[in-house]
Each structure stands twice: as structure tokens, then as C-alpha cells.
DNA sequence: ACAATTGTTCAAATAATAATGGATTTATGC
DNA sequence: GCATAAATCCATTATTATTTGAACAATTGT
């Protein structure tokens, strides 16, 4: 296999993969193509090689900057943004846990908190509280057990471990 | 808040919450259903419940079937089909994991083996190789995490520990 | 101050995804 | 085996998400 197809197979499916991920088509093409440069990228480099519109690139950039997956350069003496991709596997990996716990676990616990405050009164509000619990208690678990994999140290545990598990 | 409020507030975002699981809106809004529901129900019920027609209801059933996040229920004398849904959350949560998996997980670990096979014969294709392998050590290590997380015993562990950590 | 270059915004167009509802198939009781 | 009820399929329609591109804003060198 020659370097373009390999190179134009992996943007497609981290592209594929994203959209599983919280982060659209494009926008995984675009942050598959800053990972495996070995320069910093303009917008017009990734118009150019994704063939997608200047609009698109700068909102998918912005997301991906917000994200934190993706780093902002300016240049002195130059007026061009340049950008550069987190390459650390596992910092990209906790970043998306981060963002995906706002988004979906954080949304669901208040969730439960909220309806839990409804009265047992008959079988079928008692057996929705049950469940509303059940859910709550592993919820929570789920966070902090995130939150573990996320703020330690595990970074560089996992890091040394895979070296040897390959 | 009332029962009837604190169902329709849960069905509605766990439907939302879904549709970042790979598990599109209705179908989590079914699954939702099921979940707080005393006993077994029809596609009539879920039609009346959610409004929404036949065929949404029986594909949804379908892919719920096939993840098995409920069950099928042939009851003898009665040609209506019902479901139930699988309600101990931990297997709910190991069966929407091992689906990902196959579903995720394992097209980039095929990907990344595939493009592996290119020569490095530059700095752009050598620093490609470097990511490809980061990733595959990555996705490997996450593949068998996973792996252990879903067969284990785990279950009963988790379960436990989550009554004293609440 | 002006021209040139780059970045940003957003309404409209397009594409992707999901839902409908009628046609068809299947299963069951009589 | 026939009538009927339920399930399934799938072409069409509706909805939602993404992309475009042109207008506008910001920045910098001269």
C-alpha cells in the first residue's frame, strides 16, 4: 500500500468513527488529517485536501479547538491561523470523555435527580422510582469512575503499560 | 411532579441520550418505555404511547431485539407479540458496549493493521506509521479492557460496590 | 487610509437519516 | 382452508444535520 491510500484511508474512517464519537463527519477527517501531519496546517491546506468549503473548515476547526483536540497558532510576521493536533492518544481519548460527560452523563443525573422527586403511590410509580435509583446509582458510579480515568495520573501508567502489551 | 411528568421527562431524554449511543431517538425512547414499564407490552401500546406509527415501532422493536436490550415474549393462545425489556442496567450497559465495540472498535483496529503494510520511506509516511501504531497499542489495550469489563464477573462486583457507594 | 488577505457568520441548498402508511406476508384460531 | 389479526416490508415523505458560498468583519503591510 502506498503512503496517499493509507493516508486517504485512515482520514475516512476516523472521519466514519467520529460521527460514533460526538464529532461529526468532517470534523474527525479534519482532526484525522492534523494528526498525521508533520507540519502545521492552514485552513486552506485542509480546504485543498478535503475538498470542503472555507465555511466548513472554520466551524469545524472552531469545534475542534473547543474540544481541545486541535491547537491554535499564530505565527508573528504572519496572518495565517495555524493549527496543530494534539498527538497524545491518550489526552485526545480523556478530552472526549471530558466533553461527552457535560454532555450526556451530567444532563442524565440531573435528570434522575429530578424525576426521583415523585411520589410512590401506586405499583407503577414505585417500580419508576426502582428503576430511576437503579440508574441513578450507576450513573454516579459511572462519573466518578470517569473522572478517575480522566484527572489521574492513568495517562502515563497506561502509556508505560502499553509499551509492554502490544 | 406528578408520575405521568417524571415519565415523559425520562422517556423524552433517554431517547436524546440514545441518539449518542448509536441508538437513534425512538429506538431509545422504546427502550425508555420498557425499562419503567410493570409489564410486558405490545406494538399497540408503544404506538399509543409515543405516537408514532406501526412500522417505526415494529423496525425500532427490531433493533432493540437484536442488541438484546429487550426480549421477545410469544405467549401461547395469542398471536400479539410482546416485549419486555432486559432491566439490570449493568447488562444494559455491557450489551450496548460489546455492540460498539464490533461496531467501532474493531473496523479501526482492522484499518489500522491494513495501513500498517506501507513502506516508510520519508518523514511523512514515518511519522504516519508512529500514529498508525499509537493508535493500534490504543485501540488494543481499550479492545481488552473492554473485553474484561463485558465477560466478567464484573456484574455482581459492580452491583455491590455500587450499594455502598451511593 | 487603502488594498489585500484571511477569518467569520449565517441563510439557503443539499445530503443524510428517520418516519409514515399502505401493500404484502405470516401466523393463528375456528 | 379460510378469515382475520398481527407483523413486516419498503417506497415515499418528512425531518434533521451538514455544507456551501457570498456577504461581512478583522487584521496587517504599505
Do not use: C
Not at 58 to 65: A, D, E, H, K, T
Not at 99 to 108: D, Y
Not at 150 to 157: D, E, F, G, M, Y
Amino acid at each position: 500500500m502506498q503512503y496517499k491510500e493509507g493516508k486517504e484511508k485512515f482520514i475516512k474512517t476516523w472521519g466514519e468513527l467520529g460521527t460514533n464519537w460526538g464529532i461529526n463527519k468532517t470534523m474527525g477527517q479534519i482532526h484525522g488529517l492534523l494528526l498525521i501531519s508533520t507540519s502545521e496546517v492552514t485552513t486552506d491546506d485542509i480546504m485543498k485536501e478535503l475538498h470542503i468549503s472555507r465555511g466548513n473548515v472554520n466551524m469545524n476547526l472552531r469545534s475542534l479547538v473547543e474540544w481541545e483536540l486541535i491547537h491554535k497558532i499564530e505565527k508573528p510576521g504572519d496572518r495565517k491561523d495555524y493549527y496543530k493536533a494534539e498527538k497524545d492518544i491518550w489526552t485526545v481519548f480523556r478530552q472526549i470523555i471530558k466533553k461527552r460527560k457535560e454532555k450526556e452523563l451530567h444532563p442524565m443525573i440531573n435528570l434522575l435527580e429530578d424525576v426521583s422527586a415523585i411520589e410512590a403511590k401506586d405499583e407503577k410509580s414505585a417500580e419508576f422510582l426502582k428503576m430511576m435509583n437503579e440508574l441513578s446509582l450507576f450513573s454516579n458510579k459511572a462519573d466518578k469512575t470517569l473522572d478517575n480515568l480522566v484527572s489521574s495520573r492513568a495517562n502515563i501508567l497506561v502509556s508505560t503499560y502499553m509499551k509492554f502489551t502490544r
